[in-house]
């Protein structure tokens, strides 16, 4: 029947297991993943190069604006408080496009989470990409797993110095670059690469550089799996949004149970025996130092590497691939109480297979229809709502706006003629990169007319002001009322803006204020 | 300690306190934190070699990198000099009006004339710059000495009947109350006010209005206009620096009271004099 005389067993012993954990004060077991092969991990490489792509290289895309706004496609431009994205361009006072921007990941990430479980943490976090690249620098130095564990239990020879001196000293230049990719996005990146280097940048540059060096170093090459197991929140979060429909990493222990390393034996011996070998491959590929078979822990970042590390081994064995597979909670129960006849014994692999050795019928496979349930549409709903949202308001906005204060001290000042007087600070918001010319108007306020300090032209209802590009220009204005005109202490009326070319406008209502008995 | 506890989960000997079973394990201290602590030590020795520390029976060490965070603010305000010192140029080549002319210097003298009035002038003239009974309010457009930009320049620079200053400004009222009858003092004081609002009793305008041609014209002027060049106030419009109304108007005719304003240009110096009428010119009742 089985023969497991081609599988080689991995002396690995799963060091973050539920079984084996330690005191919490204990040092940490180092983990040494072996390198995993399969459809999974090409996956993650895919993965990988797209996300280190798109960070490494945003920052160098250009975007034209014109003359009067940086080239840069996505450039957050502290100094001058304006954010760049391809042809957005978000104020301070628009952040909450970025605050909607991150309320939409967080209802993706509820969305993601309770489809296909941890996929953010076993493929595209940040930690989890990092600690790969790492790996994959600490696989070619020192090889794979039995000579990395083989080096580290030996003793400080040159060899072991060279080696771990020139890991070391890649994680560093790759922290480096890490650190150094993250600055490009706040500063023209061209200039601020030769400034680099050139030893002109500003101190915060070399700061920010030497910051997320050391942390990308250390969090990356040092702690690990000690981040997502102790410092990240989010796998106590994520717990709470799987369901029993939840994609999750899972061990089928219904067809892998009872695992044996001498199946042959066993079934000579009339027991029944199940699919597992026991070879502990699926611990030694581990990034988080687990045993999967353990069942659902909170460690787990749900990789997969696992399941390529089994699906390899059951193809040598000629078996089904999927001993260790994606499955929901209700599929996995389900086939343990057939494997189980209803929990009236341990498993037992005949339950679950014809005579001819196939999988029964009665064995539950994912179905896509799971994907599509209440909770994902509601999650899906919120979603896109917000997305409906924000791209209703970003198409709708406006990029030309009116700010009036009026002069706090004092109120209202008489002039000779008994006529009331009332000062403004009006603000213009020109928020295109082009300069405008822009029409200012009083409405209501019956004689009204207005002057602004600077600008020599006759009083009146309505002032041409040209604007800088992409600039908010403060006026004084004066506001004055005839004597005769006035209604009341308060009177409200309205500062238009109006763009003759765009045809834009906005309006701002302001109040005039006047003694109580006005001449 | 007699009795050493060594706790069975870690084996670790305990400190012997005990709070209901509760033990403290001895654990050492971690070798990282006893590490920082000693280089912290270093440091504060190397720190108080290099900068000041020591207190002597005078002063401090000096420290051997020379540190003083009062050359700190030296330096600082040397470097703000530096940077405000093209326009202050500027201002100083330039007059009141070509000043107010230029945005960017208008924007300037208008933001260190405001900081400079904030400390000179507010005692009298108001926060705002609005006034008082017997202070006048610089936001409107009625001026005693007259209010282009450099009649208010010469205003702040020399003052008002400031004494000690021999190019003050001057102009006194006399007291009517010694040289007209009281009568006559209602009559003139109803005839003013008739000038800019209704009047109590009709009847005294018009023998208030002989009163006024013949002791009050040689200054304000046969319409009441008033003369800027003698500071008599224009008596036509609506606004009374001491209170409008006849009692108020009567009480200034009988016995007149006059401010006083300070001479400036000695004390502030001309440039600051020159950022404050662009100031106070652009409160929206320069001419």
Known sequence: ?519 | MSNEHIDEVTGVSTTGHEWDGIRELNNPLPRWWIITFYITIVWAIGYTIAYPAWPMLTSATKGVLGYSSRNDVGNELAAAEVAKGKYVAAIQSKTVSEIASDDALREFAIAAGGAAFKVNCVQCHGSGAQGSKGFPNLNDDDWLWGGKAEQIQQTITHGIRFASDTDTRVSEMPAFGDVITADQIQQVSAYVASLSGPVSDQALVAPGAKVFAENCVACHGDNAKGNKELGAPDLTDAIWLYGPGETAIAAQVRAPKHGVMPAWGARLGETKVKELAVYVHSLGGGE
């Open chain 1, 1 to 519: 029947m089985l023969d497991n005389t081609q599988v080689e067993r991995l002396e690995a012993e799963a060091v973050n297991s539920a079984k084996t954990r330690q005191p919490l004060y204990a040092a940490r077991k180092k983990i040494f993943p072996k390198r995993a092969s399969g459809s999974f991990r090409r996956f993650k490489w895919l993965v990988m190069a797209i996300t280190l792509g798109i960070y490494y290289l945003t920052p160098w895309l250009r975007w034209d604006r014109g003359p009067f706004a940086p080239d840069q496609a996505v450039l957050l431009d502290l100094a001058n408080r304006r954010f760049y994205f391809f042809f957005i361009e978000i104020w301070p006072q628009e952040f909450y496009y970025v605050a909607g921007l991150l309320v939409m990941a967080g209802v993706g990430l509820f969305l993601i989470t309770s489809t296909v479980g941890r996929a953010w943490c076993g493929y595209t976090c940040p930690q989890t990409v990092w600690v790969d690249l790492f790996l994959v620098v600490e696989r070619a130095i020192e090889g794979d797993r039995n000579a990395r564990m083989k080096l580290d239990a030996g003793p400080w020879t040159v060899r072991k110095l060279v080696l771990r001196a020139s890991k070391h000293a890649i994680w560093l230049v790759i922290g480096a670059a890490t650190g150094g990719a993250w600055i490009f996005y706040f500063a023209d990146a061209p200039t601020l690469f030769v400034e680099l280097f050139t030893g002109t940048a500003a101190p915060v540059a070399y700061i920010t550089v030497a910051v997320l060096t050391a942390t990308t170093y250390t969090f990356g090459g040092l702690m690990r799996e000690q981040v997502c197991t102790y410092m990240c929140p989010w796998p106590r979060i994520q717990a709470a949004m799987l369901d029993e429909n939840s994609l999750t990493v899972t061990y089928n222990d219904w067809r892998g149970e009872p695992r044996s390393r001498h199946a042959k034996k066993v079934v000579a011996a009339g027991q029944p025996v199940g699919d597992c070998v026991d070879c502990n491959a699926c611990v030694a590929v581990c990034p988080m130092g687990i045993d999967i078979r353990d069942g659902q822990q909170l460690e787990c970042i749900t990789c997969a590497l696992c399941i390529d590390a089994c699906d390899g081994v059951m193809d040598k064995l000629g078996r089904e691939r999927g001993l260790i597979s994606y499955a929901t909670l209700s599929d996995y129960n389900a086939n343990m109480m057939l494997a189980t006849a209803d929990g009236s014994s341990s498993v037992n692999p005949s339950l679950v297979r014809t005579t001819d050795g196939t999988f029964s019928d009665k064995v539950a496979h994912f179905h896509i229809r799971k994907i599509f349930r209440p909770r994902t549409y509601v999650y899906m709903a919120v979603w896109s709502l917000i997305g409906l949202g924000l791209l209703y308001s970003l198409l709708t906005r406006d990029r030309l706006e009116i700010n009036v204060l009026h002069d706090r001290n004092p109120q209202f000042v008489t002039l000779s003629d008994g006529s009331i007087r009332n000062g403004y600070t009006v603000k213009l918001l020109n928020m295109i990169p082009e300069p405008r010319t822009i029409v200012v108007t009083i409405q209501g306020l019956q004689g009204a007319e207005m002057s602004v300090v600077g600008i020599d032209l006759p009083v009146g209802r309505s002032v041409p002001i040209s604007v800088e590009p992409d600039r908010l220009k403060m006026l004084k204005v004066f506001v004055r009322q005839p004597a005769g005109q006035i209604q009341g202490t308060a009177q409200t009326f309205k500062f238009r803006v109006e763009d003759k070319a765009s045809f834009e406008s906005d309006e701002y209502t302001a109040t005039f204020n006047a003694p109580e008995i006005a001449r």
